[in-house]
């Protein structure tokens, strides 16, 4: 998956590669992709820069384009001759879930659908005389990836593979049965045709992953490409061990899962899922139970394919890392969790930056903590007591936006630390102040990691009760709209126990890059202004572009956006428009596959209304209900491009 460093004009111009924009299912080709890239000219360009021009946000004047995926952007591309090339960008979609979709061996699997441990569809039966396999209307995370000597019946052009996860299902068909958390997500991987021509992508087959040896998986959100070519996936909201038998949801997930309410164990959720992606379009999974216990959100490895910055979905969650002790190996190494310093601050104007430091919380290997998570029961680690013992062997902390008194069971710091994380985090004296912290990426020219916080409330804010004085995350008042923060990766650190990091991409400071705006709501109903980032989630970089990808998930757009950043010119452009009442989910920027350039994108359950949608529900609805399957359905695809002119001139 290398690339030339100095690309051809035609390479270089292969960036978003589609056939030409027109309606799903054409069979036309891109010959105007072909014809317009500057033919047989010879030129020898280098490809300069790229840049992204900005869509206005959809209103009510066109309430077509607010109930789908919309794109009025464009991408331009610079040559160091002067010359230059625009590209018009659409959306493909490979699928609506609750397709039939081929499996690859003559018959057809349901996109999206849900299976139990041995496999077998899970049934809906909400609507009496109309059950119904349940499928999700909230794909996530997706890796595009390829493999070596990969060989899949159906491919005329090349394989290339698409991982994609399933986060949850939001309601049963009856529309009134919540349904979040309550089935164990689904994940497959995607056989794609690429035509060597146009670089258009085509499914081809569909295969479930069988997660039943790893316990199935629990609410997986956002994802990441490993520098090795697999899929690292999530496990968001760890469900808390110490209350397990009152929460109606993991026995509900456990019911379904296993047929059980009482078979499914807390301690084997929580984690981080690896896919591996074999040759002929089928793929296998494991989990690395030695990685933490936390709300894993979108985790990113950093070119020396061993160190794992994390994003912590959770009220009181913190930057964690994960260094390996082997490249291409997430089975064994050591967990760090960060204490921030003086001088956090979410304003991107404010001088400096927090310094981080990083405390030790235990080395472990995955079958080891596997092992204690098979045999121990949460009161076997440590003793969690919610009023005040007044006894001097306690440590009082603040978990999920509670208060606590802990205390570890001698012998147990490190099921403390693999299995009860966050607490035991907080017992160490880590920074735990964060408010959902979302995706996290890399910008490696620069060593540059960037973090999403999707909302800065709650923990991060003074006097709040969730609120924990001189952690050093502690902000005068509630920014609802987020942020993106930056962190400076250096090598060379040690613990704050003085033991060395074998790391050269450690975070060493943080500091906010963007920021949302919250606003009384405007005549479309938008609290943050619909201008800026509002909510951030998924985070991509592209090296190649210079341009940091950010989707939404947000309460306070009345439409999501997929948001494209340029790091060097500041440049913020709105790139699409998700259906109202949906989340831009999937991200996933791809410089080069097979010289082509991709942009990866889904969204999750459209027309989901919430106060801010009053103004356009009733106009709405019925548009959203027509597209995507009376709103069970989404779209998993990605966004294309074709040229719409060109300049030759030498400058």
Request: hydrophobic share 40%; charged share 15%; net charge negative.
């Amino acid at each position: 998956m290398s690339q030339p460093t100095q690309p051809t004009r035609r390479k270089a111009l292969q960036f978003l590669a589609s056939a030409p924009l027109l309606p799903l299912g054409s069979t036309a080709t891109a010959a105007l992709l072909a014809t317009g890239c500057g033919g047989g000219d010879g030129s020898s360009a280098a490809f300069a820069s790229a840049s992204f021009t900005s869509m206005a946000a959809p209103t009510l004047a066109n309430p077509a384009a607010m109930a789908t995926t919309t794109v009025g952007s464009a991408l331009n591309v610079k040559f160091s001759d002067g010359s230059s090339q625009s590209y018009q960008l659409a959306y493909q979609p490979f699928f609506i879930t609750g397709d039939l979709v081929s499996d690859g061996k003559g018959g057809k699997v349901l996109a999206g659908g849900y299976v139990d441990i041995n496999n077998q569809p899970i049934i809906d039966k909400s609507v009496a005389g109309a059950e119904r396999q349940f499928f999700s209307d909230a794909p996530d995370g997706t890796s595009l990836l390829t493999v070596p000597n990969a060989k899949v019946d159906g491919v005329k052009g090349k394989p290339v593979f698409a991982v994609v996860q399933f986060e949850y299902t939001t309601w049963a068909q009856d529309g009134k049965t919540d349904m979040y958390g309550k089935l164990p997500s689904p994940i497959a991987v995607l056989t794609l045709d690429q035509d060597q021509t146009t670089g258009k992508l085509s499914l081809v087959k569909y295969h479930n992953v069988d997660t039943s040896k790893v316990h199935g998986l629990w609410i997986t959100c956002g994802a990441s490409l490993s520098p090795w070519g697999t899929h690292l996936s999530s496990e968001e909201y760890e469900p808390d061990a110490f209350s397990i038998a009152s929460n109606a949801m993991f026995q509900a997930y456990s019911q379904n899962l296993y047929g059980d309410a009482t078979k499914a164990n807390p301690y084997h959720y929580g984690h981080m899922p690896e896919v591996i992606v074999n040759p002929d379009g089928t793929g296998s999974i494991k989990k690395h139970f030695c990685m933490g216990r936390i709300s894993h959100e979108l985790v990113q490895v950093m070119p020396d394919q061993r160190t794992a910055l994390m994003g912590d979905d959770a009220t009181n969650s913190a930057y964690f890392v994960f260094v390996a002790d082997r490249e291409k190996d997430l089975s064994s190494g050591t967990l760090y969790a960060a204490k921030v310093g003086a001088g956090f601050s979410i304003d991107p104007a404010a001088t400096g930056a927090a310094a981080l430091t990083w405390i030790k919380l235990g080395s472990a290997t995955s079958a080891e903590i596997e092992q204690l998570a098979n045999t121990l029961k949460p009161t076997d680690i440590m003793t969690v007591v919610k009023a005040d013992p007044n006894d001097a062997s306690f440590t009082k902390i603040v978990a999920n936006g509670k208060t606590e008194w802990i205390k570890i069971n001698p012998g147990m710091d490190k099921a403390a630390a693999f299995l009860e994380t966050h607490r035991y985090a907080a017992y160490r004296g880590a920074s735990m102040g964060f408010s959902k912290m979302e995706g996290t990426t890399v910008n490696i020219q620069d060593k540059v990691a960037y973090s999403a916080l999707q909302n800065c409330q709650d923990s991060m804010v003074a006097g709040n009760a969730a609120n924990v004085p001189g952690n050093g995350v502690s902000i005068p008042k509630t920014l609802k709209a987020g942020a993106v923060m930056a962190l400076n990766l250096r090598g060379g650190l040690k613990d704050t126990a003085g033991g060395a990091i074998n790391s050269d991409w450690m975070p060493v400071d943080l500091k906010a890059l963007l920021v949302g705006e919250d606003i009384a709501a405007d005549a479309l109903g938008n609290t943050a202004n619909p201008n800026k980032v509002a909510n951030p989630d998924n985070l991509k970089f592209s090296e190649k572009m210079r341009t940091l990808f950010i989707g939404e998930d947000s309460s306070q757009h009345v439409n999501n956006f997929l948001w494209a950043y340029h790091i060097d010119t500041k440049q913020l452009s709105r790139v699409m428009s998700i259906p109202a009442g949906g989340e831009s989910t999937g991200l996933h920027a791809v410089d080069e596959i097979n010289g082509w350039t991709y942009i990866m994108s889904n969204f999750q359950h459209a027309g989901d209304w919430g106060g801010i949608h009053n103004v356009v529900k009733n106009t709405l609805d019925p548009l959203v209900k027509a597209n995507y399957r009376d709103k069970a359905g989404a779209a998993v695809g990605y966004l294309t491009g074709t040229p719409t002119q060109m300049n030759l001139a030498k400058s």
